[in-house]
């Protein structure tokens, strides 16, 4: 999964082009961190790194300038960011008994992270953030962040789901009770019927309703809650997906799309200043 397109794109860039971007004040790198694990029926495996990979690089796009200035040079309102290829990897040991998910231990990806980090901010980039998009990484992403913290004092290293950037704006698009935007249930699957709809398999639609004993463990992706509950996904769902997909859409999905590319570029505007 290696985007080529974007005008931010790592990968798409010769290494002086790099070197002289990381080199500007207030220059950012992003790092999607996503999964390769089940979806249900009706959605890819890849779905959390698809999406969060889109996220990154959109909102990215949004505040960098892509005229196609050369290297080190700058337009006066533009960010100098660049977004990594994503780590498809993450811990996901609890959608293993479905199979098709290929899962990591929590040292070894918080060691990847710390490894990355380690290595690209040799180009010195004043700020890194790991832009996660699954669930199951938001414990990782946060003692990395710690960690790598420490180990790059000189570097702002920041972290972030960014599904829950969403309690900004997504009470005003979403139809599903809490609970229907878990695994691919309304959010995950609106999104990619907008981005990917020839991903999305709409004749296998399915999910089991998200329900907790606990009032005071999160009930979705969105939901907060102060109890960390051990979470068997296969005692909950035949299918594998958790949430509502009753009333998903691709239109539904662009607005939540453009809700989050907008809570981002204003992050990294501010990070940036």
Same mark, same amino acid.
């Not at 709409?202 to 309703?209: F, I, K, Q």
């Given at each position: 999964? /290696?985007?080529?397109?974007? $005008? /931010?794109?790592?990968?798409?860039?010769?290494?002086?082009?790099?070197?002289?971007?990381?080199?500007?004040?207030?220059?950012?790198?992003?790092?999607?961190?996503?999964?390769?694990?089940?979806?249900?029926?009706?959605?890819? !495996?890849?779905?959390?790194?698809?999406?969060?990979?889109?996220?990154?690089? +959109?909102?990215?796009?949004?505040?960098?300038?892509?005229?196609?200035?050369?290297?080190?040079?700058?337009?006066?309102?533009?960010?100098?960011?660049?977004? =990594?290829?994503?780590?498809? #990897?993450?811990?996901?040991?609890?959608?293993?008994?479905?199979?098709? =998910?290929?899962?990591?231990? &929590?040292? =070894?990806?918080?060691?990847? #992270?710390?490894?990355? $980090?380690?290595?690209?901010?040799?180009?010195? &980039?004043?700020?890194?953030?790991?832009?996660?998009?699954?669930?199951?990484?938001?414990?990782?992403?946060?003692?990395?962040?710690?960690?790598?913290?420490?180990?790059?004092?000189? =570097?702002?290293?920041?972290?972030?789901?960014?599904?829950?950037?969403?309690?900004?704006?997504?009470?005003?698009?979403?139809?599903?009770? #809490?609970?229907?935007?878990?695994?691919?249930?309304?959010?995950? !699957?609106?999104?990619?019927?907008?981005?990917?709809?020839?991903? /999305?398999?709409?004749?296998?639609?399915?999910? !089991?309703?998200?329900?907790?004993?606990?009032?005071? +463990?999160?009930?979705?992706?969105?939901?907060?809650?102060?109890?960390?509950? !051990?979470?068997?996904?296969?005692?909950?769902?035949?299918?594998?997906?958790?949430?509502?997909?009753?009333?998903?859409?691709?239109?539904?999905?662009?607005?939540?799309?453009?809700?989050?590319?907008?809570?981002?570029?204003?992050?990294?505007?501010?990070?940036?200043?």
């Amino acid at each position: 999964m /290696v985007d080529t397109s974007s $005008a /931010v794109a790592w990968a798409a860039k010769p290494y002086p082009e790099i070197e002289a971007i990381a080199e500007q004040d207030g220059s950012i790198l992003v790092v999607p961190v996503g999964a390769l694990e089940q979806h249900g029926h009706h959605l890819p !495996t890849g779905t959390d790194t698809i999406l969060v990979d889109a996220v990154a690089t +959109a909102g990215a796009e949004r505040v960098a300038n892509t005229g196609g200035q050369r290297a080190g040079e700058r337009v006066a309102d533009d960010i100098p960011v660049l977004t =990594t290829p994503p780590l498809w #990897l993450g811990h996901s040991p609890h959608h293993l008994p479905f199979g098709g =998910t290929v899962s990591a231990e &929590f040292d =070894t990806l918080s060691d990847t #992270l710390s490894q990355i $980090a380690d290595s690209a901010l040799g180009n010195a &980039f004043d700020t890194l953030l790991f832009l996660n998009g699954h669930g199951g990484n938001r414990p990782l992403i946060a003692a990395a962040t710690q960690r790598v913290g420490a180990e790059q004092p000189d =570097t702002e290293i920041l972290g972030l789901t960014y599904f829950e950037l969403g309690e900004y704006f997504l009470d005003d698009v979403r139809e599903s009770d #809490l609970g229907g935007m878990a695994h691919g249930g309304e959010l995950e !699957t609106s999104l990619m019927l907008h981005l990917h709809p020839e991903l /999305v398999d709409d004749e296998r639609l399915a999910a !089991t309703e998200w329900e907790t004993e606990y009032d005071q +463990a999160p009930a979705d992706l969105l939901g907060s809650g102060p109890l960390n509950v !051990t979470l068997d996904v296969a005692e909950w769902s035949d299918s594998g997906a958790m949430g509502d997909v009753s009333a998903v859409s691709a239109a539904k999905g662009e607005a939540m799309f453009e809700g989050f590319v907008d809570e981002l570029e204003a992050l990294l505007r501010t990070v940036h200043e």
